[in-house]
């Protein structure tokens, strides 16, 4: 009974010590994002989905930065015009510590973070109204390690378009959920090595 308790606590330490591993000076991550924050269940309804392509390096532990390109598709109801969303730019994540600022993590596999992204964007609608400028964006987050290497993650967040076009303002608060995946740089080299 003791080897087995003593292998639950060694193994319960070597978890935690990786889960530390990946958010690391020096790794990268890379994933997509899912939106579906709206999917009409009466006849008639409506739907948006979008993509959210995205990677990061990190420039520091629990701190990295990186790019994203976002596309979606969504129509209110279903004799509504289509809206196409569209957008390219730069990105920040902060993960918080265990423990740091009096907040713990809900669960011992995973990692509370807030990410930001500023960047170029727009909305077109087929019926003419359309926006093009600064597409920006600012949410809390939280990535369940599922394994090491890889993140299942669920991100709310303010994603907001402003600039040229019909509407000058255009703002949605959005639920994503999508995956992540942390490769040390050694890792990162190997995988672009075998491609080429």
Same mark, same amino acid.
């Given at each position: 009974? =003791?080897k ?22 020096g ?13 009409g269940?009466?006849?008639g ?13 990190? &420039? =520091? ?13 969504s =129509?209110?109801?279903?004799g ?5 969303? +569209? ?7 902060? +993960?918080?510590?265990?423990? !740091? %600022?009096?907040?713990d993590?809900l ?11 500023? /960047? ?6 087929e ?7 600064l ?14 290497? &890889?993140?299942? !993650?669920?991100?709310?967040?303010y994603? /907001? ?5 019909? !509407? ?12 992540? &995946? +942390?490769?040390?740089?050694? %890792?990162?080299?190997q995988?672009?090595?075998e491609? =080429?």
């Amino acid at each position: 009974m =003791k080897k087995l308790i003593l292998s639950g606590l060694m193994a319960v330490t070597a978890l935690a010590s990786t889960m530390n591993a990946q958010i690391q000076k020096g790794n990268w991550l890379v994933g997509s994002s899912l939106v579906t924050s709206n999917f009409g269940l009466n006849t008639g309804g409506g739907y948006n989905i979008a993509l959210q392509p995205k990677g990061a390096y990190f &420039i =520091k532990d629990n701190v990295a930065v990186g790019g994203y390109v976002n596309l979606g598709i969504s =129509k209110v109801t279903n004799g509504s015009p289509t809206r196409f969303d +569209y957008a390219v730019g730069g990105l920040g994540r902060y +993960y918080l510590s265990p423990g !740091e %600022k009096g907040v713990d993590n809900l669960l011992n596999h995973g990692r509370w973070f807030f990410e930001g992204n500023v /960047g170029i964007g727009g909305s077109s609608v087929e019926n003419g109204n359309s926006t093009t400028g600064l597409d920006f964006g600012a949410g809390p987050g939280y990535s369940y390690f599922i394994t090491p290497n &890889i993140g299942l !993650e669920g991100l709310v967040k303010y994603n /907001g378009v402003t600039g040229f076009g019909n !509407e000058g303002l255009t703002s949605t608060l959005t639920f994503n959920v999508g995956f992540s &995946i +942390y490769l040390p740089t050694s %890792k990162a080299k190997q995988v672009i090595s075998e491609v =080429k």
